[in-house]
């Protein structure tokens, strides 16, 4: 039976054990999409606010999700050599276009009329960006930050290829060595560990937004904040 | 914008289509019954000779030059490239896919005999081959093997090598728990890997670094000091042009590895045989060496290599 690796009890403790590599390849993910939120969401702020840029940002996004990441991946590491490095920027790579795209879009989508009323009562631009419209956005943004993660977590994987661990250590080793238990422990594991995220980040999701602009309130707040004519 | 974005049903979306996937890699884990083997097909024209290789370039000339060679005597060939490491390409070969293979003695033979070990008394090319008979797979058969051979080493950099005085793998005995070594993620669950050196040597590096056969990873990996001992092949000109020092090995763990055809029963044919026999007579370690020099250094395509190799052999 092919669940017998995933069920070993012996799989789930020591330095090779599935522990460790969930804590691994959490650890690459997460600092991936730090690396890439600090890039992204300020620029797609800024983006959003001014509008000055959007082309740019869509066209540039466009492009970084043509990217191949095992590409990205093997171009850095002809510099860098193997290690985490070209791991972590071919997937900062991939996290970057849909967090830059859902900010953009979340920021600029923003009721015209609500930033007015936030210049009219005197607020300084950066405090409309910050205090108006990136709560009002956040929906949307939380929405890139889960579609990030979740290709993130997932691609992760290619770690294993260059030396690292991470669950991609089961696909790599159990296909070197022709042990299809072992292939398909660490998918299960992993395709488990990315839905798990997702179902965590939904509930940050929750607790976060401001509960005017949840999406259940997504009728009422369209009557109540209707899109501006273009 | 014309529409507000619904990120719930996007997410509704998602989390469905995660499980969907997740619950399709069960359903595959749990129903494999008979083949465990997702590449079976089992596509193997009568009269046509499917030739496989191992996932690294000396492999793939090897395949080439069989297939030009049987070309050249008229016998119609398939090639499949590139297929993985021996536990996959083995396990193509037993189901049929393949019909020959570029192989090493003494690695097929470690392999082929599993856990108890090659026999500790076949060192000497003949010895491996007379060997290896003993353990072949139903149906399967060498041909005369090469005098070319390329072997498994450990491998360091001269400066390694001056600073802890090594010159065979013995030496690494009081300094392998500083040392990382780097080799193909098979190499640490073979025999001829990293079992063997702890069975054989005693030896039990700082870490080991899971990269490539013999290929462009591990060779960068090794200039740059990323690992400090490397499974590299003999063969490998990089060796020479680096300067690098490839361990000796007194307990012949890597034993002899010349280049053997391994093939189906069924696929042998006199001309078959006379074509193979021809190669392996012509192969030797140095023009081996040189045609790996042609495309490791000077980058050209293995295809090339080989015709170039058969025509200045008569063979193609």
């Keep these: 039976m092919s669940l017998d690796y995933l069920l070993d009890a012996a799989h789930w403790s020591g330095p090779d054990g599935f522990p460790h590599q969930i804590l691994e390849h959490l650890r690459y993910t997460g600092l991936a999409l730090l690396i890439a939120m600090v890039i992204a969401l300020p620029l797609g702020v800024l983006i959003g606010h001014t509008g000055r840029g959007a082309g740019l940002a869509i066209n540039l996004g466009n492009a970084g999700r043509a990217l191949p990441t095992l590409g990205v991946l093997m171009l850095i590491l002809a510099v860098t050599g193997v290690g985490l490095k070209p791991v972590i920027g071919a997937l900062v790579v991939l996290a970057i276009p849909p967090l830059l795209t859902a900010t953009y879009a979340g920021v600029s989508s923003v009721d015209r009329g609500v930033v007015d009323a936030a210049r009219g009562v005197g607020l300084r631009e950066p405090q409309i960006a910050l205090g108006v419209e990136v709560p009002l956005a956040l929906p949307v943004i939380l929405g890139g930050v889960r579609s990030a993660t979740l290709q993130v977590i997932s691609t992760a994987t290619i770690a294993a290829y260059v030396a690292q661990d991470g669950l991609g250590r089961y696909l790599f080793d159990g296909l070197a060595v022709r042990d299809y238990p072992r292939i398909v422990a660490g998918a299960v594991v992993l395709a488990v560990l990315a839905v798990v995220v997702d179902a965590l980040l939904a509930l940050l999701q929750r607790v976060v937004v401001s509960p005017g602009v949840r999406p259940r309130a997504g009728s009422r707040r369209r009557t109540a904040l209707p899109q501006p004519e273009r | 914008m014309s529409r ?40 193997n024209d009568a009269g046509s000779i499917t030739i496989g290789s191992a996932n690294f370039p000396e492999n793939e000339l090897l395949m080439n030059i069989y297939a030009g060679a049987l070309e050249a005597k008229g016998v119609k060939v398939e090639t499949k490239p590139n297929i993985g490491s021996r536990e996959i390409y083995l396990k193509a070969f037993e189901d049929g896919d393949i019909d020959l293979l570029p192989e090493y003695s003494g690695a097929l033979l470690a392999y082929l005999s599993g856990k108890a070990g090659p026999p500790k008394d076949a060192t000497s090319p003949e010895q491996v081959y007379d060997a290896l008979q003993k353990v072949l797979p139903d149906g399967a058969q060498t041909l005369t093997q090469a005098a070319a051979e390329d072997k498994d080493t450990l491998t360091v950099t001269a400066d390694t090598a001056k600073k802890y005085s090594l010159s065979s793998i013995e030496d690494l005995a009081p300094v392998a728990g500083q040392l990382t070594l780097g080799g193909p993620p098979e190499f640490r669950e073979r025999q001829q890997g990293l079992v063997g050196l702890k069975s054989e040597y005693g030896l039990t590096f700082k870490s080991f670094k899971p990269l490539d056969a013999g290929g462009p990873l591990v060779i960068s990996a090794l200039k740059k000091g990323d690992v400090d001992v490397a499974n590299v092949f003999s063969t490998d000109p990089t060796i020479a042009t680096e300067g690098w020092v490839s361990l000796t090995d007194p307990k012949n763990l890597f034993s002899a590895q010349n280049i053997v055809p391994l093939i189906k029963k069924d696929a042998v044919t006199p001309q078959v045989t006379e074509a193979l026999n021809a190669v392996s007579t012509a192969l030797t370690t140095e023009k081996l060496t040189a045609l790996m020099a042609k495309i490791v250094t000077d980058k050209q395509d293995p295809k090339t290599v080989a015709k170039d190799f058969l025509s200045e052999n008569g063979l193609g």
Excluded: N
């Design chain 2, 4 to 43: 507000t974005p619904r990120p719930r049903l996007v997410r509704r979306a998602l989390l469905g289509a995660t499980l969907a996937g997740a619950l399709a890699l069960t359903a595959c884990g749990g129903s494999d019954s008979g083949s465990d083997s997702p590449f079976s097909s089992g596509s």
